[in-house]
């Protein structure tokens, strides 16, 4: 069984409608920083790589 939607967003310090959004990919609506916080609060570790267009 899984955690409910209002205790994650809760966990996370989001409202339940971001959660939402995030949860169906709506990840424009996320500033980079924003989604590095939540990676972070989520105790994910963040690696951002930057390679030279082709």
Do not use: N, W
Not at 2 to 24: C, F, I, N, Q, Y
């Amino acid at each position: 069984m899984g955690v409910a939607p209002k205790e994650s967003a809760a966990r996370l310090g989001l409202a339940e409608t971001r959660l939402a959004d995030l949860l169906r990919g709506k990840i424009d609506k996320f500033s980079i920083d924003g989604l590095v916080d939540l990676a972070a609060t989520a105790g994910l570790h963040v690696r951002i790589r930057v390679a030279e267009a082709t």
